[in-house]
């Protein structure tokens, strides 16, 4: 039975720490420097962060989503030093080690919020579509308003009636969506109908010339009217015209006035706008003899 030297002992354990120490004198060049790259990479990522704040700030209106987008935009470029700086003492193994799982960490994260990753990522998507900004009058997904405010999960619209509408990035992104703002002006579509026996060219001259009073038509814009059916009481024809219209109730004034000037102009002609009349005809004709 071999007996326990404890002068070998203790020589065993001073070799393996001047083996340690020899490991770390050797590897300590290598080691400052990984930590002087990720110092200067946590400077270049600050750095980088308000070149980005800068760019966003006239892009993103949304404070939330700009600083989001920039924090996201620090965080890989730390990453990055972190990674060179794992390669600089030739942590290998290490560094696949930490890929692979943040590989599998990703993945699991990425299927557990599957929706609020799509509803994010469709808010950033939102924040530079020039398209859709704050304060914008828009239609989408059955809701109509204005944009309040685009943030990382959904939008909030302010209907006409003052409550507020909040819709999912996503609901946006997948759904198409109208713009009232986006766009100066419009054309306004006004029905309506005139007797059978109206000159219908002298109501067309008529209703065009009152409407371009009214509304004065730039370049190849133009007061148009087409006769389109002829009604159960009248002949019915559609008036298109164009004004200013950044939002739906610039479209329902517009048709009030158009409306009234209409009605004033065809009453100072004596033009008809018929409503629908039932008939009733008696074809049996009843006598009473009194006696």
């Known amino acids: 039975m071999q007996e326990f030297n404890i002068q070998d002992s203790v020589k065993g354990i001073w070799d393996k720490l001047e083996g340690w120490l020899d490991t770390i004198i050797l590897g300590l060049p290598n080691f400052l420097l990984a930590v002087v790259v990720f110092i200067v990479f946590i400077f270049i990522a600050k750095y980088v962060g308000k070149i980005f704040d800068k760019i966003f700030a006239r892009s993103i209106k949304q404070d939330s989503i700009r600083q989001m987008a920039t924090k996201v935009i620090k965080a890989i470029v730390i990453l990055i030093g972190f990674f060179i700086a794992l390669g600089l003492l030739n942590l290998d193994t290490v560094l696949t080690s930490v890929l692979g799982a943040a590989g599998v960490v990703g993945l699991a994260i990425g299927l557990a919020l599957q929706g609020t990753l799509n509803n994010t990522f469709s808010g950033l998507i939102l924040s530079f579509l020039p ?35 909040i819709i999912p990035n996503g609901k946006i992104i997948e759904e198409p969506f109208k713009n009232f703002t986006r766009t100066a002006r419009s054309r306004v579509f006004v029905n309506c109908g005139v007797g059978y026996s109206s000159d219908l060219e002298m109501v067309r001259d008529l209703t065009i010339k009152t409407i371009e009073d009214i509304f004065p038509q730039r370049g190849n814009e133009e007061v148009e009217l087409m006769f389109q059916e002829f009604g159960d009481s009248s002949i019915n024809y559609v008036l298109r015209f164009w004004t200013d219209v950044t939002k739906n109730r610039d479209i329902l004034i517009a048709q009030n006035t158009a409306i009234i000037a209409i009605k004033k102009a065809y009453d100072a002609k004596g033009i008809n706008i018929p409503f629908p009349i039932r008939t009733i005809d008696f074809t049996n004709k009843l006598s009473v003899n009194k006696d």
């Open 131 to 165: 398209e859709l900004q704050i304060g914008d009058w828009v239609e989408t997904n059955g809701f109509a308003g204005s944009v309040m405010e685009i943030n990382l999960r959904n939008i909030v619209i302010k209907q006409s009636d003052n409550n507020y509408v």
